[in-house]
């Protein structure tokens, strides 16, 4: 979600029950607190507000991991194959 958001990932929080993860942090800006959740299959994530649909239609972006050497690449995938890359180095 930090990559995602355009946030630090210093100031995400994260817990899981079952097969999903909670995501919340509260924005610098203006203190406003952002809660989703999020779905991993394979190298594939999905997310939702907390409380909307799911980011799975086709006029959503797809968006996937790729771990190596101690880092964590998450893609964003837009229309016409434009895409976002931010690297994460692991444990940050």
């Known amino acids: 979600m930090a ?28 203190h406003q607190k952002f809660d989703y959740k999020i779905k991993i299959d394979g190298n594939k994530i999905l997310w939702a507000n907390i409380d909307g649909r799911w980011r799975d239609s086709k006029y959503d972006e797809k968006i996937t991991f790729v771990e190596k050497d101690n880092k964590l690449e998450i893609i964003q995938t837009f229309d ?9 180095k692991i444990g940050d």
């Open 3 to 30: 990559s995602i958001m355009g946030q630090s990932s210093k100031i995400i929080k994260v817990r899981k029950k079952d097969e999903l993860y909670f995501v919340s942090y509260i924005r610098k800006s203006d």
């Open 80 to 88: 016409y194959n434009s895409q976002d890359i931010q690297e994460y």
